[in-house]
Every structure is written in structure tokens, then in C-alpha cells.
């Protein structure tokens, strides 16, 4: 009675490097403080973070078919969350491309009964290239919102936080440290993590 009541989730994070523990000091990384903050025996609730380093949404999209059939059963209830990068301008591919390969990973998915999670871009450690970007999480978040999608915006809330551009901007692969990792944890947490899992919110 009691397994077959109990909830067990599976849960695929795809995204570039940043999803590792990378650049932080504690090695924990943003997903490994969201996963200390996520119940783990009721329900049972997998977390499986898959980075690629330099990711685009196009590699991406040519990917995630590949790394969730791995990882997920038909006896689970299995989640996607793409945390997008900021690397689609830089690699010259065009916002309506852009968009057009998360719709085409988040569509799929839910016809295979995989509700998914969207987490956007973090600002660039070249502001110039930051405009782009900002219109890049726009763009993504149209996506999710014109599905009823969870996005959580972490451009916005980080394009000019001091701690997070101090940080990126001396790191030597461009990604955060400590708090960084733990604004990014924040963000995630505060906006939506808990209610797309159907969860009451951890103390």
C-alpha cells in the first residue's frame, strides 16, 4: 500500500556548465543547493544534473532526447528542467531559432507526459553582449508563458548584482562562485520550484 501511494520522481537538469558545481568553492554548485532543499524519501525525488560545457539551445535540442531516455521509467514520474544558457548570440544563432528549439524540446515533452521547468539565462561576463542575452530570456520566457511553463528569470535579478558580476568577471571560464551559486539556488527556489513539484516549501 504504502509504495504504491508513495510519489517517485524523476527529475533531468540539461544545461551548460553551470548546472555543474564548477567555479564554486563549496562544490555544490546552484543544483546542489536546490537538491539539499528538496525532500528526498517522501516523495522519493532523483535529481539528475547533465551539464554541457558552451551548450547552445541547438546543441541542446539535438541532445535531450538521448540523455532523459537514459535516466527516466515508465514507472516514475519524470520532470525536465532546461536551464537555458546565454550562449545562442555569440554562437550566431538567431532569437527566433532560439526560441523555436526550446518550444520544439518543451512540446515534445509534454506529448510524452514530461512536464517541464524552464530556467533562463544568467547575464554574460561581457556586458556588450547583454542586450542580446535580456532579449534571449524575453524570448524564452514567451515560450514557457504561452505554455502555462514555470520560468524563472535570472537575468533581470542579476544583470546588475554586484556580488554575481565581481564574481563572473574574474573567474577564468566566466562562471560564478559561491554566490552566484547561491543566487541562481535562490531564484529557483523562490519562484516556482516548490509549486511545479506540488510541494509545501522547505524550512
Known sequence: ?????????????LGDALISAA?????????????????RNNPRIDIFALP????????????WAAEIGRRFSAETENR???????????AGISLSRSRLNVATIVDEA?????QSFIIGPTPHRNPELNPEVEHLATGFEDVATRRGIPFVDCFRP????????????GSDHGLPGQIGHGLVAWLVLNRGWYEWLELPESD
Do not use: C, F, Y
Open 1 to 13: 500500500m504504502s509504495t504504491e501511494s508513495r510519489r517517485d520522481v524523476r527529475i533531468v537538469i
Open 23 to 39: 567555479g564554486d568553492p563549496k562544490g555544490m554548485g546552484w543544483v546542489g543547493r536546490v537538491t539539499s532543499k528538496t525532500p
Open 52 to 63: 554541457a560545457p558552451d551548450e547552445t539551445t541547438s546543441m541542446l535540442a539535438e541532445r
Open 158 to 169: 542579476l544583470v546588475e548584482h554586484e556580488g554575481w558580476n565581481q564574481e563572473i568577471s
Open 80 to 90: 525536465l528542467v532546461l536551464a537555458l544558457g546565454n550562449t545562442d548570440p555569440a
Open 110 to 114: 509534454k506529448r510524452a507526459g514530461i
